[in-house]
């Protein structure tokens, strides 16, 4: 069983509108991520949470809000979509000690138009 | 800021041969960082290949290789013999041992396919 998952798998949005991404885990992790993959570029993290409540700005957070609900539950959320937001998004969980692996989902294709 | 620079893509090699990527990594604030090869079969998430975290040291998984080369600031990856299930894209990536985020930086990805 996927112990990450995202939903929507695939989005169309329009400029202007919300658009929010999910994810789940169920490996009882307390570290989750949120990273974007474009063409020619790696994985960027984008935000990441400690916990439930927590969120933390990545290294590119501008137009982006994370929400922490719960451990198994992280959102991405695009208040204002922009074509620029067009990616894959990739949600991760990881138990934030020692460096260990983290668990990826298996992504979101989004385009805004 | 920490970066990873690997082979560009795509890559291409014929069944049964040996393929190579390589990776280096630039760790401005991390005096050893722990490195990570990912990689993303066709239709799925990232998964962890293989990861060292001390200089110096091999690791190894489902054929492939690489070694931690602290001189050269290098984590090439390495496979002698190739198959079709091999085909995906390929992530290296470092990460900083000493934070609680367990934050990875990553190199761009690399894809490899077999030759036709």
């Known amino acids: 069983e996927a112990a990450v998952t995202q939903s929507p798998r695939n989005k169309v949005a329009v400029t202007g509108g919300k658009v929010t991404l999910s994810c789940n885990q169920t490996?009882?992790?307390?570290?989750m991520y949120w990273y974007r993959q474009d063409t020619g570029h790696g994985l960027r993290l984008i935000h990441y949470?400690?916990?439930?409540?927590?969120?933390e700005k990545g290294d590119i957070p501008d137009g982006y809000k994370a929400s922490r609900p719960s451990q198994e539950n992280f959102s991405l959320i695009l208040e204002l979509a922009t074509p620029s937001q067009t990616s894959v998004y990739f949600c991760?969980?990881?138990?934030?000690?020692?460096?260990?692996?983290?668990?990826f989902g298996p992504g979101t294709r989004l385009l805004v138009l | 800021g920490d970066s990873v620079t690997q082979t560009e893509g795509p890559v291409t090699v014929s069944e049964s041969e040996s393929l190579i990527i390589n990776c280096t990594y630039s760790?401005?604030?991390?005096?050893?960082?722990?490195l990570f090869w990912y990689v993303r079969y066709p239709g799925e998430g990232l998964q962890l290949l293989l990861k060292?975290?001390?200089?110096?040291q091999k690791g190894s998984s489902r054929g492939f290789e690489a070694t931690y080369n602290k001189e050269t600031t290098s984590f090439h990856l390495q496979k002698a013999s190739v198959q079709e299930s091999d085909s995906a894209v390929y992530y290296c990536?470092?990460?900083?041992?000493?934070?609680?985020?367990?934050?990875?930086?990553f190199g761009k990805g690399t894809k490899f396919s077999l030759i036709p």
């Open positions: 991760a969980s990881g138990d934030g000690v020692n460096q260990d692996t983290q668990y």
């Open positions: 490996n009882n992790h307390n570290n």
């Open positions: 949470s400690y916990g439930a409540g927590s969120t």
């Open positions: 760790a401005t604030s991390i005096a050893y960082p722990n």
């Open positions: 060292v975290i001390t200089a110096g």
């Open positions: 990536a470092l990460g900083d041992p000493g934070t609680g985020s367990n934050r990875l930086t």
